[in-house]
């Protein structure tokens, strides 16, 4: 058994990462314990906006924004909406400038967080079995038969958190939704008219519970949605292990939608993923401990269709670090930093049922066409405000 340490972190996604960084950027030893047995073990997902008011912040107090801006996606933050049949109802290019938000693809800027930290931060092929706590710090014991103590352990191992079944028994619930992702690598090349129908940003074609959507540019990273039982991938048989099937399966569900959009489906890689989405319950809590706490999806797992998810994993991480490193006592610092989370966790909770329910209904995709113009007719409106003295 290890001497005790003063922070362990269990995971290696965004928002350990970030709160690894700025920990060590102060000076405070720290280390992660992951699961997999290296970053390219598992896949990342697809691209992420990155939301001033939350993943830039983070990222700004990481020291590690401008390096990220390099990384964004041309053109990244146009939108295109359309329906089944590919008729478009918005089609947004990017202003000149963008709008703040800038897409940069996820398994990026996890490897820009992960060669940010000290060699040796994060200790691999580490799952955790066991954490015990008693009045001197916690102990985690691991797979590999590791054991380790640690005075403070944050949860930032993910929706299935283990560290999570120390503070609470709730589990996540399936939201009636199944998304399938799926990459079309270098369609600029490879498959023109697709990159030309997906445009270079975000893109949503919903109908009848249904949807294709994701993001643009050269390389497309899109998923299709389906409104299913939770036991779908098992009743199917669709896994990544026969990607042949696997677009069959898909193309079965959309048997009425526009050749363009299922052509999506026909051309796409053999790394087909499919994924049930699981949320907490709104404005989740859990009983206060003076040495443990979660972060990022640990803490507020919740539907993807707000875009809040990664961004609330940055800021989480980047919060916590800061209220640690601001008081004498750790248990001072998760209680201001819990008081911090839960209601923005909460908050976006709200927006990400709300944006499932918006695009996920028989009159799809009516609610989202006019969730979108609304917020282009207010940025056209506040513009001059928002990016004064002819900011770009």
Same mark, same amino acid.
């Given at each position: 058994?290890?001497?005790?340490?003063?922070?362990?972190?269990?995971?290696?996604?965004?928002?350990?990462?970030?709160?690894?960084?700025?920990?060590?950027?102060?000076?405070?030893?720290?280390?992660?314990?992951?699961?997999?047995?290296?970053?390219?073990?598992?896949?990342?997902?697809?691209?992420?906006?990155?939301?001033?008011?939350?993943?830039?912040?983070?990222?700004?107090?990481?020291?590690?924004?401008?390096?990220?801006?390099?990384?964004?996606?041309?053109?990244?933050?146009?939108?295109?909406?359309?329906?089944?049949?590919?008729?478009?109802?918005?089609?947004?290019?990017?202003?000149?400038?963008?709008?703040?938000?800038?897409?940069?693809?996820?398994?990026?800027?996890?490897?820009?967080?992960?060669?940010?930290?000290?060699?040796?931060?994060?200790?691999?092929?580490?799952?955790?079995?066991?954490?015990?706590?008693?009045?001197?710090?916690?102990?985690?014991?691991?797979?590999?038969?590791?054991?380790?103590?640690?005075?403070?352990?944050?949860?930032?191992?993910?929706?299935?958190?283990?560290?999570?079944?120390?503070?609470?028994?709730?589990?996540?619930?399936?939201?009636?939704?199944?998304?399938?992702?799926?990459?079309?690598?270098?369609?600029?090349?490879?498959?023109?008219?697709?990159?030309?129908?997906?445009?270079?940003?975000?893109?949503?074609?919903?109908?009848?519970?249904?949807?294709?959507?994701?993001?643009?540019?050269?390389?497309?990273?899109?998923?299709?949605?389906?409104?299913?039982?939770?036991?779908?991938?098992?009743?199917?048989?669709?896994?990544?292990?026969?990607?042949?099937? $696997?677009? !069959?399966?898909?193309?079965?569900? @959309?048997? *009425?939608? %526009?050749?363009?959009?299922?052509? /999506?489906?026909? +051309?796409? #890689?053999?790394?087909?993923?499919?994924?049930?989405?699981?949320?907490?319950?709104?404005?989740?809590?859990?009983?206060?401990?003076?040495?443990?706490?979660?972060?990022?999806?640990?803490?507020?797992?919740?539907?993807?269709? $707000?875009? !809040?998810?990664?961004?609330?994993? @940055?800021? *989480?991480? %980047?919060?916590?670090?800061?209220? /640690?490193?601001? +008081?004498? #006592?750790?248990?001072?610092?998760?209680?201001?930093?819990?008081?911090?989370?839960?209601?923005?966790?909460?908050?976006?909770?709200?927006?990400?049922?709300?944006?499932?329910?918006?695009?996920?209904?028989?009159?799809?995709?009516?609610?989202?066409?006019?969730?979108?113009?609304?917020?282009?007719?207010?940025?056209?409106?506040?513009?001059?405000?928002?990016?004064?003295?002819?900011?770009?």
């Amino acid at each position: 058994m290890t001497s005790p340490t003063p922070i362990s972190i269990i995971g290696a996604g965004l928002s350990g990462l970030v709160c690894a960084r700025i920990l060590q950027l102060h000076n405070v030893p720290v280390t992660i314990y992951e699961l997999d047995d290296s970053a390219e073990a598992r896949r990342q997902g697809g691209s992420l906006d990155i939301h001033d008011d939350t993943g830039q912040v983070a990222l700004k107090a990481a020291g590690l924004w401008d390096q990220a801006r390099e990384h964004a996606h041309p053109s990244g933050e146009s939108m295109r909406v359309m329906d089944k049949h590919a008729h478009v109802f918005v089609d947004t290019p990017e202003p000149e400038g963008g709008n703040g938000r800038p897409e940069i693809d996820r398994t990026v800027l996890r490897q820009l967080l992960i060669e940010s930290l000290a060699p040796g931060t994060i200790q691999w092929g580490c799952k955790l079995v066991r954490l015990a706590s008693d009045d001197h710090g916690n102990t985690l014991e691991f797979a590999n038969g590791a054991t380790v103590r640690a005075d403070v352990v944050v949860g930032a191992d993910g929706a299935w958190s283990r560290v999570r079944t120390a503070l609470s028994p709730e589990k996540p619930a399936y939201t009636g939704i199944t998304i399938t992702e799926f990459r079309l690598t270098d369609a600029a090349t490879k498959y023109p008219e697709s990159r030309a129908l997906v445009g270079p940003g975000s893109v949503f074609a919903l109908s009848d519970n249904k949807y294709i959507g994701g993001h643009g540019g050269d390389h497309l990273s899109l998923g299709v949605g389906l409104r299913v039982p939770e036991d779908w991938i098992t009743a199917t048989g669709i896994t990544g292990d026969d990607p042949a099937a $696997a677009r !069959e399966t898909l193309l079965r569900e @959309l048997a *009425d939608w %526009a050749e363009p959009l299922t052509d /999506l489906i026909r +051309h796409s #890689d053999d790394t087909i993923w499919p994924r049930p989405i699981y949320a907490l319950p709104i404005g989740f809590t859990w009983p206060r401990s003076p040495r443990i706490t979660l972060i990022g999806d640990a803490a507020h797992v919740m539907s993807p269709f $707000a875009g !809040e998810g990664a961004n609330l994993a @940055l800021i *989480d991480g %980047a919060d916590l670090a800061s209220e /640690l490193l601001s +008081h004498d #006592d750790p248990a001072s610092g998760i209680a201001a930093y819990e008081r911090r989370m839960v209601p923005r966790g909460a908050k976006s909770a709200k927006a990400s049922q709300k944006g499932l329910e918006r695009m996920f209904n028989e009159k799809a995709p009516k609610q989202i066409v006019s969730f979108f113009r609304r917020m282009n007719a207010l940025t056209r409106l506040f513009r001059p405000i928002l990016r004064p003295h002819g900011q770009g």
